[in-house]
């Protein structure tokens, strides 16, 4: 089945402890995108990658870090997590010359 | 101002309403028009797809773009339950590279009662 997969799924942590999000697509997609969601404000871009180790800012980058080492994974990392950081975060992938992203299931991140 | 503005709603119709979504935005540069369906604790799914200006149908969808307004409709004929979801519009000036990033709306959830 084609899909999108993150993990974990849901993580509560503590202010300053690092933490990895995993993101994975079995689509072969070039194209990879982290989101966060927040009520009142909608979906936002944090980082996207174009291709294997082309990476690029999106609107809200700050206390956040990727990195795209294979085409399938791409990974969100934050090396310093503090409560504004409390989201859900979603996952994309798409085609390079395709319009239509799909989306993972999402990861709720509480950090207290 | 907004890139892209879209009432959040809430918006409760009953069952068999016709249901009109929209989307106003700001750069004249998109070309590519989106309506990404998002259920209660999924992640969003494209719905519907539209290129300029014109209109889509797809079943009881139908998409409308305005480019000269820079207005963007999703009308729901017949809306039933499962309908019950937020409704997200995006948009990006291409598909390749950079410019197929989405600009997104913050989404109108909408409820359709029985």
């Known amino acids: 089945e084609a899909q999108v997969t993150q993990n974990p799924r849901y993580l509560i942590t503590v202010t300053g402890k690092k933490l990895t999000v995993t993101c994975s697509q079995n689509?072969?997609?070039?194209?990879m995108s982290w989101y966060r969601q927040d009520p009142g404000l909608g979906l936002r871009q944090i980082y996207y990658?174009?291709?294997?180790?082309?990476?690029d800012k999106g609107d809200v980058p700050e206390g956040y870090k990727v990195s795209r080492k294979e085409k399938r994974n791409f990974p969100l990392i934050l090396e310093s997590p503090s409560p504004n950081q409390t989201s859900l975060y979603f996952c994309?992938?798409?085609?390079?010359?395709?319009?239509?992203?799909?989306f993972g299931p999402g990861t709720r991140l509480t950090v207290t | 101002q907004k890139e892209v503005e879209q009432d959040p709603g809430p918006l409760s119709v009953p069952e068999g309403a016709i249901v009109s979504l929209n989307c106003t935005y700001s750069?004249?540069?998109?070309?590519?028009f989106m309506w990404y369906r998002q259920y209660s604790r999924k992640g969003p799914e494209l719905l519907m797809y539209?290129?300029?200006?014109g209109n889509k149908e797809d079943g009881r969808f139908t998409a409308q773009v305005d480019k000269s307004s820079k207005y963007i409709s999703l009308f729901i004929r017949d809306s039933q339950p499962s309908d019950s979801a937020t409704y997200l519009c995006?948009?990006?000036?291409?598909?390749?590279?950079?410019?197929?990033?989405?600009?997104f709306g913050k989404g109108t959830k909408l409820s359709v009662k029985p």
């Open positions: 994309a992938s798409r085609p390079g010359h395709h319009y239509e992203q799909y």
């Open positions: 995006a948009m990006s000036a291409g598909y390749g590279g950079s410019q197929g990033n989405l600009i």
């Open positions: 990658s174009m291709n294997v180790e082309v990476t």
């Open positions: 750069n004249s540069a998109f070309q590519y």
């Open positions: 539209t290129y300029s200006s």
């Open positions: 689509m072969n997609h070039e194209y």
